[in-house]
């Protein structure tokens, strides 16, 4: 069973291009959580999403970042015109249910650079 | 505002010795506690948890306190491994009440185990 798969693992990116991170979740898992690593920093919730739905995205930037969940197919956390501030880790979590004893699993994260 | 707090940001402990981690939390409403570890360039693990009906949870050598009237829990490993050095994060979440398993982390311990 393969865990929680993010690609690319290294992405750079220049001022203005568009960063698009992808998250497969664990098999079984409809659950998918993107939180965001600045350096020297702790994880920051960004975006809580179910398959087809957004279910919270009170962490999210208000411009310039959205994420998807599609029916079929990965999740995409998307940044359009990338600034030098966005440089950060970014892990994706998986969890099957909410309110089980079952815990969000991470990835391994995306690293984006912003040159 | 900071909701988890790990105030240490790093700890250094002989191999053998008992090592302690420590974390404050400000919101009343948080109903699960959990410790991850981390290594550089890769996702966050699962350690162990406990939920707020408890004031004590242990899994082999890792076994973590929750004081609810003082909003703190902590994390005894013991006994320390060199193995155990990495960044060690406290999260909690509003899992029960609120039905979600989006994370709230701390800043991060970085625990140094000297042979």
Known sequence: ?115 | DQQVKQNSPSLSVQEGRISILNCDYTNSMFDYFLWYKKYPAEGPTFLISISSIKDKNEDGRFTVFLNKSAKHLSLHIVPSQPGDSAVYFCAASEKYGGATNKLIFGTGTLLAVQP
Not at chain 1, 4 to 28: D, T, W
Not at chain 1, 34 to 58: A, C, H, T
Request: with cysteine.
């Open chain 1, 1 to 115: 069973n393969a865990g929680v798969m993010q690609n690319p693992r290294h992405l750079v990116r220049r001022r203005g291009q568009e960063a698009r991170l992808r998250c497969s979740p664990m098999k079984g898992h409809s659950h998918v959580y993107w939180y965001r690593q600045l350096p020297e920093e702790g994880l920051k919730f960004m975006v809580y999403l179910q398959k087809e739905n957004i279910i919270d995205e009170s962490g999210m930037p208000k411009e310039r970042f959205s994420a998807e969940f599609p029916k079929e197919g990965p999740s995409i956390l998307r940044i359009q015109q990338v600034v030098r501030g966005d440089s950060a880790a970014y892990f994706c979590a998986s969890s099957p249910l909410t309110g089980t004893d079952t815990e969000a699993f991470f990835g391994q994260g995306t690293r984006l650079t912003v040159v």
